[in-house]
């Protein structure tokens, strides 16, 4: 495996791993505080004034920490939502001046009256990919062949989908350098993977520049 491609996997896995973990740390504590709360009357009558102290503060930890949770999976889900919309939007525009729509290695293709030269792939569980025609008249056969085989590997690895679930970790940590420096760093690793399957068995590698 490419050590690019292993990069790629490793701050995938890194950025699911750091959305979640804020949750689990907060309903782990939350829930040690609130057995603090309710413990036994063993526990009560050994330790007589402490417990008037200990466990009402407890209780209120851990209430905190539970709502603190929710906040943040209503952020999450928020951001979630406003990104999944954004991409909608994106999609339903392009999607009006659809000419023909046709398979690729399996994979939805669909070639829009668009006049800028772009490729793209969309759609986050049945991926689709989007070739404008300015860039169907514009490459040569090999190019263009390239560019597809770029997007079909988007396409396969379900990147589409990878991109929400890292663009909204990175949103709601967006005040950390290190995280904006990951997502940076995600996003070219994502691009790199695609040009190498792409540029396999490409004889001429400068027409991809």
């Not at 209780?59 to 539970?66: F, G, S």
């Not at 406003?82 to 659809?98: N, S």
């Not at 023909?100 to 829009?112: F, T």
Request: glycine residues 6%; charged residues 20%; positive net charge.
């Amino acid at each position: 495996m490419p050590s690019s491609r292993r990069s790629f996997i490793g701050l995938t896995i890194s950025s699911i791993f750091l959305g979640i973990l804020p949750i689990v740390i907060l309903f782990s504590t939350g829930s040690y505080f609130r057995s603090m709360a309710l413990q036994t009357d063993t526990w009560k009558c050994s330790c007589g004034a402490i417990e008037m102290i200990t466990h009402p503060r407890a209780d209120t930890l851990a209430t905190v920490l539970y709502l603190l949770g929710g906040v943040w999976i209503s952020w999450v889900i928020v951001r979630t939502a406003l990104t999944l919309t954004r991409q909608i939007h994106q999609i339903a525009r392009v999607r009006t001046r659809v000419l023909r729509r046709s398979l690729y290695r399996g994979v939805q293709l669909e070639i829009v009256d668009w006049p800028a030269p772009y490729a793209m792939t969309v759609g986050s569980f049945r991926p689709t990919i989007i070739l404008s025609r300015a860039t169907e008249l514009t490459l040569s056969p090999s190019e263009l062949t390239a560019v597809l085989d770029h997007e079909l590997h988007h396409a396969r690895r379900r990147d589409p989908l990878l991109t929400i679930i890292v663009s909204v970790v990175a949103q709601c940590y967006g005040f950390l350098p290190a995280v904006r420096q990951m997502l940076e760093r995600w996003t070219m690793l994502r691009e790199i993977t695609a040009d190498q399957a792409a540029t396999n068995g490409y004889t001429d590698r400068r027409g991809l520049a």
